[in-house]
Structure formats: C-alpha cells, structure tokens
C-alpha cells in the first residue's frame, strides 16, 4: 500500500510538471500564432498597395485596346459596306 502511495505522489508530481510545461507550450504557440498573422497581414496588405496601381494601369490599357478594337471593326465593316453595290 505504501507503494502505491509513493507511486500516485510520483505520477502527481510528474502530471504537475506536465500541466505547467504544456501551459508554457500553448503560450508559445499562441504569441508565435499571433506573430505569423501579424506578418501575413502586413505582407498581404503590401502586395496589395503594389499591385492596385499595375492593375488599374492594366484595366485602363485593356479598356483603351477594347475601344480601338472596336473602333477598327466598325471602320472595316463601313468601308466593306462601301465598297459594294447597294442593296435593291
């Protein structure tokens, strides 16, 4: 019996020691957790000031392109239109 007394002191002592290592553990995994999300915000929040303005640029190229593609059709499809004989 008094066996079993020392080895539940032992076990308690040892569970004691656990708890206190796995609280310091989680309290690492939390700051590291936090850090990580602080840096993936901050680096998100960069690409994205870098990139809007190479993007509007590119929406206003594509525009411009879509408008004188547009533009060329209308002139090819007149002048195709011009160059036969009238409708009867």
Known sequence: MADLDKQMKKLQQHLKTLKVQADKARGLARRRM????RRTRVELERALRRAEPRVR???AQATLISRSFRVGVRAGADAYRAGRAPKR
């Open 34 to 37: 936090k850090r990580i999300e």
């Open 57 to 59: 640029e590119a929406v």
